[in-house]
């Protein structure tokens, strides 16, 4: 086999939690490999590499996306949300969050970062879902630890959380 | 797993494409959606020169949109979008049902239907929905433009008919006709995986009698419709339709695999073919 | 005294940083450092001929290409044997890098390390090995069979150990029983897979000559004195640290994998930090893996279905190499009485090669096998004799007045194996109310009159956990109040940091939240064993509770001379030291650290006051620090237990075969466990949840596929079905709580319970839908269809 060329640097503009980047990539360089070790957002996790765990979901404007999916030239105007935007800037958990943490939705916490960038585009209409409708929604990503259970319950009540701070 | 190095390209309209694949030929591919090519990228399966990213082609519209009596997805239409589409389901219900079995949430939100159609696995969803719906893509190049019929778009798995400087910026779809009724079914063993066996029927009602066809996946063929004797309405559920789809059941080739040995395969093709077509047939009639 | 905290569901203290992005997995460490990749063997038996390197050589960014002919040294032998056997004969381990000859697919043949890992692969992909293929052994039966392929081309046989144990008297009693039966059972191979696969980074200091190691381990303490005496490194200049590790169950409990000495080894070669990160497809082929037996039963029984006698012969696959020694068979071996009374019992394995990915425990570890094979002989035994399987179940339990109970056999510490406590039948009792067993019934046979194919599964288990020899604790008082404790074992996710903080809370009447915990850091704690075999709350927990008794003591003399009064009278809360009946005297903890410590400088506004006492002394010519004290309140303790502790639980399901798609539904699903006294309901639920998911994942999605060629055949997501939320029934759980008398705190282990019986519960549950006997493990919507559709012959 002949040895593969190094291709060039080129550059992407993209929004990541609300603030511009411009970064210089290779077009191989996939968008997970670039939030974690170019812009140091190590929250977005890697774990097959072919889009069937989702811990590297986030989501691309508006939308879930598995990271390792995308190479993040294709990123190119995009806005991208990664698990560090979640949270408000001091440091309250968003009610997604401060759900999983109440009801055990997670151990090792690798796969959690892509469970709350999956649900966080739906959680407000999880309460009155099934739980057959539930599970079907969180499909997609893989968790090892939890059986499932916290995190269900999690993602059903989060909204209750977001309506006692708003009554508070 | 990280892909081999290429040469990466963001042209800005349908024409650049076309410009494109011309100078680059059999070097180049699409990336569309890249849910199916990304993975195989990134294990090193398969490596190209040159990436032709779709992306970012200017204008192109997110929404599938019917034009006549057809129902017209772009390039860039995401497979979420035409499943979130209160217009497809409406007039075509069959993309509706088939793309809630296609893979997940964030998976549909970057694949496109274009992409699923012409990426052609014979375990997928849209590309038995397509064949079943005559559906038709437009293939284009420098050279022009012309229609294929989906049914001659594959050539076998992963295979189609395309030129080395082709590309298809457009399916249509026939929207539905008022006596059509038309089902999904599929069984994976996970939600959202590719089917073990999956199956889609169409059944038109017309002067009492009911025509109905199928077309399977993950049944190892690509593109196949099997069209079903007329029965009388009433005898949709009779031994009519069994022995009908025993019949088409008979004529697939499903492989054994890790999943599933060819023999339970026909068992699933045909107990849920008849269900389908059961469905697809109360909806005609309705 | 403040409110108890052990037994209370306390959030965790571990669940700030994970949701926020904030958790720290190895490979969020060191952006910058050089990446290795590995070249693994294509095949599973093999003769390297030769290397070709030069390719790789020639990638822009390549750094440091090596093959076995760099290593050497300690490097260049074999990796340890990690746990020794008088009756392990034929051991094998791998060497880091092959040597010659390979022996799985997937064994590391060649490293890469570049600038980057897309460079890495490149390079990797560029290395020409020629190989002479070799006969390859996959199947067990054929690698004991006369004349089979050797898995190891210099070995005699494919055997590396036999091993056999007898209580009682089998052969005697298998003559004279009512009623002998012989049956067959295989539990097929299976792994852990943890969403974070391994990763290791290595950071060599050639100035300071020290190494400093992040791992993805189970067990740093082991990895870094096996790394000192590698690198022929004093213990103080090599350091392994597991930081947040993204899931475990047992493959990460390795010392070593070829990766983790060679990525140190690199960094030292090249004098530059280097990381390297598992991705899925090498997880596959170069973790450990494990569940792959063949059981050959016989029982003896009488006409109640009393069973008199087992006497159980089995293959153990131990993959290419036996770094685990036989733990997990003779894991096996001991738990596969589990709750039941067997006056009379033997056991023969044989652990045996084949060109396979290696074996070493994965959750359960033996057991699943176990109990699977013994709750078959229950249910099949019933079904011969026409008894309710329940009913033999009670016949057969052991009774809470027989513990302490002896099984008669070896356990895996090399002592016997002796039962602490439990209430098998109480248990299983709440199991059945629990179901409502009599609606179950009903159910089922109502839903039998529809036609449907409903079965009711039950499984039974013990496990023994807790085991030594021994783990540490590290607790301080800092100047600011806070708690500060340290344990040599690492975290994989079982909240560690929450429980071990809610036994320090108790002790030192400290809040929880201004305690801190860190586990698997040798900078902090040098000595411990590691997470495995359910083993952390009891052993490290009772570590932190003497470490924090001792510091309490320590603590509690110095009040008394600062408060003068006498020690009996001082209560520890909120964070001080109080006066009994004296609310306006007391003296916040943080304050004694201070007065422990007199200073010469008063370098911050706490060290004022530390200077003057210095100076105090002095004034008085007294020694600041007085004899026989020490600056600081701090204190290290180890627990070592005597024996491990057993826990036990049953589980019941409600099974449906779909008639249609011949799949699985479980309608409903039951588990009554008893882990001992609860430190925390919450992780405790988390613990039991998770493992039945991963249990049910055993029992009818996961499964490794082997070629007769040695290749894995679903070496991806893809098609190794690790459940999603969609495939796991919702769960009703149920504890009771027996405490161990084995340990002041009365706990037991609860990591690996949940997994334990699942795939016997639903092997079970099937067989009684189907009506037909179910004997391996696990099943798929395609074996139901060859149940329900048997091809003419």
């Known amino acids: 086999m002949s040895v593969p060329v190094r291709s060039e640097l080129q550059r992407v503009t993209l929004t990541v939690n609300g603030a511009a980047q411009e ?123 939890t059986g499932y259970a916290g995190i269900l319950q999690a993602v059903r009540t989060a909204s209750s959380i977001a309506r006692e701070r708003g009554q508070a | 797993m990280k892909p081999a190095p290429f040469a990466y390209h963001r042209p800005g309209s349908r024409e650049e494409v076309d410009q494109l694949l011309a100078q680059l030929g059999s070097e180049a591919k699409i990336l569309a959606g890249g849910q199916s090519l990304i993975p195989i990228l990134n294990m090193r399966l398969a490596s190209f ?35 979130e589409s209160a217009l497809v389901a409406e007039v075509i219900p069959l993309l509706s049902q088939a793309l809630r079995h296609v893979a997940h949430p964030a998976i549909r939100s970057r694949g496109t239907v274009v992409g699923s159609v012409v990426h052609g696995d014979p375990a997928a969803e849209l590309p038995a929905a397509v064949a079943l719906l005559a559906g038709s893509v437009r293939a284009r190049s420098r050279r022009g433009t012309r229609p294929i019929l989906a049914a001659e778009l594959w050539t076998g798995a992963l295979e ?29 063993r996970r939600s959202g995986d590719y089917a073990i066996c999956g199956v889609a029927a169409r059944v038109r009602a017309a002067d009492g009698e009911l025509k109905a066809a199928v077309a399977y996946l993950g049944m190892g063929g690509l593109g196949h419709v099997h069209a079903l004797p007329p029965v009388a309405a009433e005898e949709i559920d009779g031994p009519g339709l069994h022995s009908a789809l025993t019949e088409a059941v008979a004529e697939l080739d499903p492989g054994d695999d890790l999943h599933a040995s060819a023999r339970y395969r026909r068992w699933l093709a045909l107990e849920l073919g008849l269900s389908c077509v059961s469905r697809a047939a109360e909806r005609a009639l309705k | 005294m403040t409110t108890k905290l052990f037994g209370e569901r306390v959030e965790r203290r571990e669940d700030g940083r994970l949701l926020t992005g904030a958790g720290r997995f190895t490979d969020d460490l060191a952006h910058d450092a050089a990446q290795a990749a590995f070249v693994r063997s294509d095949f599973a038996h093999a003769r390297i001929c030769d290397i070709d390197v030069s390719g790789a050589l020639d990638v822009a960014g390549v750094l440091g290409v090596y093959t076995y002919d760099d290593l050497q040294g300690g490097f260049a032998e074999r990796l340890p044997l990690l746990i020794p056997h008088r009756d392990l004969k034929s051991p094998r381990t791998q060497y880091a890098l092959a040597r010659n000859e390979v022996c799985y697919a997937g064994e590391v043949v060649a490293m890469v390390v570049a600038r980057d890992r897309y460079i890495a692969e490149d390079a990797a992909q560029a290395i020409r090995i020629e190989y002479e293929p ?47 039966f012989k049956w067959r059972f295989r539990p097929e191979r299976s792994a852990s897979m943890p969403m974070e696969g391994r990763a290791v980074f290595a950071r060599y200091d050639s100035g300071q000559d020290t190494i400093e190691v992040y791992d993805s381990t189970q067990a740093p303490t082991g990895i870094r004195a096996g790394l000192a ?53 090498e997880h596959f082929i170069g973790s450990n893996q494990e569940r792959g037996q063949i059981h050959d039963v016989r029982v003896g029984v009488d006409a109640e279905g009393r069973i008199l006698t087992l006497d159980v012969r089995f293959l153990h696959d131990t993959g290419a190499y036996c770094p685990y020694g036989l733990i997990v068979p003779i894991i096996t071996a001991a738990q596969l009485p589990g709750p039941y009374r067997l006056a009379n019992y033997r056991y023969s394995f044989w652990s045996v090669f084949t060109n396979t990915v290696p074996v070493s425990p994965y959750r359960g570890a033996g057991r699943p096998q176990a109990v699977f094979v013994m709750e078959r002989v229950i249910e099949r035994v019933a079904h011969e004799l026409g008894l309710d399987s329940l009913e033999v179940r009670r016949r057969n339990f052991i009774q809470p007045d027989q513990f302490p109970y002896d099984v008669g ?98 002790e030192l009447g400290v809040p929880l939240e201004r305690i801190s915990v860190t586990t698997g850091d040798t900078r902090r704690i040098g000595f ?59 003296v916040p903890l943080g304050r004694l650290t201070l007065v422990s410590n007199p200073l010469r400088y008063a370098y911050g506004r ?115 079905l690790i459940p999603y939320a969609t495939e796991i029934p919702p769960v009703e759980l149920h504890h009771l709580e027996t405490p161990s008398p084995r340990n002041e705190l009365g706990v037991k282990g609860v990591g690996e319970a949940g997994t334990i019986p699942v795939p016997a519960v639903i092997a079970n549950g099937l067989s009684d839908a189907l009506g037909v006997p179910i004997d391996h493990v696990p099943l798929s919507p395609e074996e139901l269809f060859q149940i329900l559709h048997r091809e003419p012959a």
């Open chain 1, 23 to 145: 970064l210089e990539v290779e077009p191989r360089w996939l968008l997970s490999d670039v939030l974690r070790h170019q812009l140091g957002l190590t929250g977005t996790h890697v774990g097959c590499e072919h889009g069937v765990c989702g811990c590297c979901t986030i989501l691309a404007g508006g939308r879930p996306a598995r990271s390792c999916l995308m190479f993040a030239l294709q990123a190119e105007g995009l806005e991208i949300q990664t698990v560090e935007g979640l949270a408000s800037a001091d440091g309250t958990l968003h009610p997604l969050q401060e759900a999983f943490r109440r009801h055990h939705g997670l151990q090792c916490g690798f796969c959690t970062p892509g469970f709350l960038m999956a649900a966080l585009p739906f959680y407000r209409t999880a309460e009155g879902m099934s739980d057959q409708e539930l599970r079907e929604a969180l499909a997609g990503q893989l968790c090892r630890c």
């Open chain 2, 49 to 83: 020169g040159h990436l032709i990213d779709l992306n970012h082609l200017a204008g192109e519209p997110a929404e599938p949109a019917v034009a006549g009596d057809e129902l017209v997805l772009g390039p860039l239409v995401r497979q979420a979008a035409a499943l």
């Open chain 2, 160 to 188: 189609n008919t395309l030129a080395e400087d082709e590309w298809v910026d457009e399916l249509r779809l026939p929207v539905r006709k008022a006596d059509e009724g038309f089902a999904f079914e599929e069984f994976a």
């Open chain 3, 134 to 180: 070799l006969p390859v052994v996959v199947d067990l039966e054929q690698a004991v069979a006369v004349g089979s392929p050797l898995t190891h081309s210099d070995a005699a046989d494919n055997v590396a150990a036999h091993v056999s144990e007898m209580k009682g008297d089998v052969d005697g009693v298998l003559g004279s029983a009512p009623h002998v």
């Open chain 3, 229 to 281: 005496e590698l690198f022929e490194l004093d213990w103080d200049r090599v350091h392994v640290i597991a930081p947040d590790v993204g899931g475990g169950f047992g493959v990460k409990v390795m010392q070593f994998y070829p990766e983790e000495v060679l990525v140190p080894w690199a960094s030292r070669q090249l004098g530059m930090p280097v990381k390297w990160t598992e991705d899925r497809r």
């Open chain 3, 409 to 506: 056999v070896s356990w895996q510490d090399g002592g016997p194996t002796v039962y602490d406590s439990g209430d098998y039948p109480g248990g299983f009792q709440l199991l059945l109310d629990s179901l409502g067993l009599d609606g179950a019934r009903q159910q089922q046979a109502e839903a039998r009159a529809e036609g449907r194919l409903v079965g009711l599964g039950v499984g039974c288990y013990v496990e023994g956990t807790g085991i030594g020899p021994y783990e540490g604790a590290t607790i301080a008082i800092l100047p600011d109040g806070t708690v500060s404790a340290a344990t040599g074992l690492s975290t994989q996710g079982q909240g560690h940091e929450t429980i071990f903080a809610q036994i320090v809370a108790d």
């Open chain 3, 528 to 586: 411990g064993v590691g997470t495995f075999a359910s083993r952390s709350a009891v052993v490290a927990g009772h570590a932190m509770l003497r470490a924090a008794r001792s510091l309490r003591e320590q603590t509690a003399k110095l009040a008394s001379t600062t408060l003068e009064v006498a020690v009996e009278d001082l209560v520890f809360e909120a964070g001080a030291v109080h006066v009994r009946g004296v609310p306006e005297k007391s």
């Open chain 3, 606 to 720: 706490d060290a004022r006051f530390a200077a003057e006492l210095a100076q105090r002394a002095y004034a008085k010519a007294d020694r600041p620090l007085p004899e026989g004290s020490r600056p600081g309140l701090s204190a290290l303790e180890y627990y070592s237990p005597a024996a491990g502790v057993f826990g036990f639980g049953m589980h019941a399901a409600l099974v449906e075969v779909d008639r249609r798609t011949c799949n699985l539904k479980i309608l409903r699903y039951v588990i009554v466990h008893d882990c001992g006294r609860i430190i925390n309901p919450l992780i405790v639920d988390g613990q039991v949840l998770g493992g039945l998911a991963q249990g049910i994942g055993g029992a009818f999605y996961e499964r490794i596929h082997y070629s007769p060629e040695g290749q894995i055949q679903n070496a991806s997501f893809m098609d190794f």
